[in-house]
């Protein structure tokens, strides 16, 4: 299928902007820094997560599904993002949630207040399969009733969702050549791997001047799975969309260094980032991905990474109501 043939809602309020930070290249000493705001994406308080639910939802209105079930983290951006899209197309949402300290906080508290079915567990990460047939077991339910739901897992979000990352890539290069500008990085972080493997699809595609560089948020699975999962998500989504690329694991660029010890837990050297940027641009990253990736560029530009007339692209991911669940990390 080809790019352009692919169904889409308007979810987002886009292209968001790709913002100068000169105050914080200027404390650093570094490259010239530009930040891709994705955190202003407009829906339930931004994040790149409502990009691929543009196209996910998109099949699910045109299937004619009028319910969501789903599952996740208390704290998940992703979780909010599938909550905020149907609550906006009139779907109800059931939400299976993973153990947690069930604070109405950050995430959580957002999920309450979007009006979801909210179905607390005691499972953890490593339960997800059986989580998932709960889910299928409730979907069945739900159509012997008459309803039509649209079950949407944890993990990838698939060709179709990963599309929307491609598509990026071509915003970004349109707003460079407007700036009259040619970057040679784009920094961001990577967890699932989907948004990476969009952007090394499209940076090929559109023959985007800059090399894309992700950074592990946490270690639910090791370095070299991480990379091969990258590749493999991005041979996939290139072949769905008729682009056929083929991507190695010796392609992807990636950094393991700042995940921290904790699954999902802030880092010292991610508080520094998150008080830094705000205290230069007045932007606020999130404790958990965001500030992670910003921490990476900014230990490559204090050692000498880059040239003085570099420009590197940090792309700003989002995550902002993880900020108020971490409140004592971060203030402590």
């Given at each position: 299928?080809?790019l352009?043939?692919?169904g ?6 886009l292209p968001t ?6 105050q ?5 000493g570094?490259?010239?820094i530009?930040i ?9 308080m ?19 599904d009028d319910?969501?079930v ?5 704290q998940?951006?992703?979780?909010c993002n599938?909550?905020?899209?149907a ?13 947690g300290?069930?604070?109405?906080q950050?995430?959580?508290?957002l ?13 953890e990460?490593r339960?997800?399969?059986?989580l998932?047939?709960?889910m ?5 339910e ?22 929307s990352y491609?598509?990026?890539v071509?915003?970004?290069?349109q ?9 040679q990085y ?8 989907c948004?990476?493997?969009g952007l090394?699809?499209?940076a ?6 800059f ?11 090791t ?6 999962m ?5 041979s ?8 056929n ?9 990636y ?15 991610g ?10 641009e ?33 792309y ?6 993880q900020?108020f ?7 402590a």
């Amino acid at each position: 299928m080809k790019l352009e043939e692919l169904g889409r809602l308007k979810l987002c309020t886009l292209p968001t902007p790709l913002m100068e930070a000169p105050q914080i290249s200027a404390k650093l000493g570094g490259p010239r820094i530009l930040i891709k705001r994705d955190d202003l994406t407009g829906l339930a308080m931004g994040g790149n997560k409502s990009r691929p639910l543009e196209f996910l939802m998109a099949e699910s209105k045109k299937n004619g599904d009028d319910i969501v079930v789903t599952a996740g983290y208390q704290q998940s951006n992703w979780v909010c993002n599938i909550i905020a899209a149907a609550r906006k197309l009139g779907m109800d949402v059931i939400l299976f949630l993973l153990k947690g300290s069930g604070r109405f906080q950050g995430n959580l508290l957002l999920y309450k207040l979007l009006g979801a079915d909210l179905r607390f567990t005691d499972m953890e990460v490593r339960d997800l399969p059986a989580l998932y047939k709960q889910m299928d077991s409730l979907a069945a339910e739900l159509r012997r009733q008459g309803r039509r739901p649209h079950v949407i897992y944890y993990e990838s979000f698939g060709p179709v969702g990963i599309a929307s990352y491609v598509m990026l890539v071509s915003e970004i290069c349109q707003q460079l050549q407007e700036k009259g500008l040619t970057a040679q990085y784009l920094f961001h972080t990577s967890g699932s791997g989907c948004t990476q493997a969009g952007l090394l699809v499209g940076a090929r595609y559109f023959k985007a001047p800059f090399e894309v560089v992700g950074v592990m948020p946490n270690h639910r699975y090791t370095r070299e799975q991480r990379v091969r999962m990258v590749a493999d998500l991005a041979s996939a989504t290139s072949q769905f969309l008729d682009m056929n690329f083929s991507f190695s694991p010796e392609e992807v660029k990636y950094y393991d260094e700042y995940a921290g010890e904790s699954y999902s837990a802030p880092t010292k050297k991610g508080i520094e980032a998150i008080k830094l940027v705000a205290s230069t641009e007045g932007i606020f990253l999130d404790p958990i991905y965001s500030s992670k990736s910003m921490a990476c560029l900014i230990d490559q530009i204090r050692d000498g990474r880059f040239k003085p007339q570099d420009t590197v692209i940090y792309y700003h991911s989002g995550g902002l109501p993880q900020l108020f669940f971490y409140n004592e990390e971060l203030t402590a």
